[in-house]
């Protein structure tokens, strides 16, 4: 594993690593352009199941540590032509604003995509039949292997672990909450879910996402936040808010925030510069409500 040399000067360290997080990006999904070399990032890999390897991205911030953990999870393009070339995501709005709170951020890129590889492990079934269930905890044996990895690794805080995730990437961070992982203490999920962006379709039988919800619900006893935008192409208004209300009433403490709608689809609103300012409110309050 090959660390990149840091400086001594951590004010200007974060500086430059925040201007170069904020590089465009013409790749799906937005937000996940690789960052240039900066001195408190590195590329790593995580031993995950069947032999994997997660390239992941890391970011620290200034300080010897240990610090809070935030692993940031990519969603899945409805195109299944573009996971190969998917890069190991930065999601800049989300980083600058982790480490700038002295988050340490991890961006595993799972199984099935861009440079990590391999056999794509998150199909749901077709369209007519879905199992997001399935497919959500397949997505959560990735973030979990990263959980495990990290809580082993002396500039990390043990219990203060923060899962946040994207569309795909929100689905598995509640799915793998389903399961109780050690170290972690809240779960962000920004337009979760599974199905949508069909052509015609819209959503694939959205009934067994609200039923899948349910059965995440019923076994997580960490708190979420979910955030989901009004125009949101992928899992609209009336969807989400059913999601929303099945994973609660199964048991599981959770706030839902509506947000307003954001640009020609809401669904990119995490990847986008210009959205943390809907979502960094209403996520400042989750989390200061939860500091120990």
Not at 22 to 44: F, N, Y
Not at 141 to 162: K, M, S, T, W
Not at 180 to 186: H, M, Q, W
Not at 221 to 232: C, F, G, K
């Amino acid at each position: 594993m090959r660390q990149i040399r840091r400086t001594k000067r951590p004010g200007w360290r974060i500086a430059v690593l925040a201007a170069l997080l904020l590089l465009p990006t013409t790749h799906w999904p937005a937000g996940a352009a690789p960052a240039a070399p900066a001195a408190d990032q590195e590329l790593i890999g995580i031993p995950a199941a069947t032999g994997a390897t997660l390239r992941t991205r890391v970011l620290r911030p200034a300080g010897p540590g240990p610090f809070p953990l935030a692993i940031v999870s990519h969603g899945s393009p409805p195109d299944a032509s573009q996971r190969p070339e998917m890069e190991i995501p930065t999601f800049a709005p989300a980083s600058t604003w982790l480490l700038r709170r002295g988050y340490m951020v991890a961006l595993p890129l799972r199984r099935g995509y861009g440079e990590t590889g391999g056999p794509w492990v998150e199909n749901y079934g077709t369209c007519s039949n879905p199992d997001y269930y399935r497919a959500g905890l397949t997505s959560a044996d990735d973030i979990q292997a990263a959980i495990g990895f990290f809580r082993a690794r002396p500039e990390v805080q043990r219990n203060r672990i923060l899962l946040m995730g994207t569309s795909a990437g929100g689905w598995g961070s509640l799915a793998a909450a389903s399961r109780d992982p050690a170290g972690v203490f809240a779960v962000i999920n920004f337009a979760g879910g599974r199905g949508g962006g069909q052509p015609k379709v819209g959503n694939c039988t959205p009934g067994r996402l609200i039923e899948a919800a349910a059965r995440y619900g019923a076994t997580t006893r960490i708190p979420s936040l979910w955030l989901y935008a009004e125009n949101d192409s992928f899992f609209g208004p009336e969807l989400s808010r059913k999601m929303f209300d099945a994973y609660v009433r199964a048991g599981a403490k959770a706030e839902y925030v509506a947000l307003p709608a954001f640009g020609s689809d809401g669904h990119r609103l995490f990847g986008a510069l210009d959205g943390r300012a809907l979502w960094q409110p209403p996520v400042e309050k989750f989390l200061t409500a939860l500091k120990p």
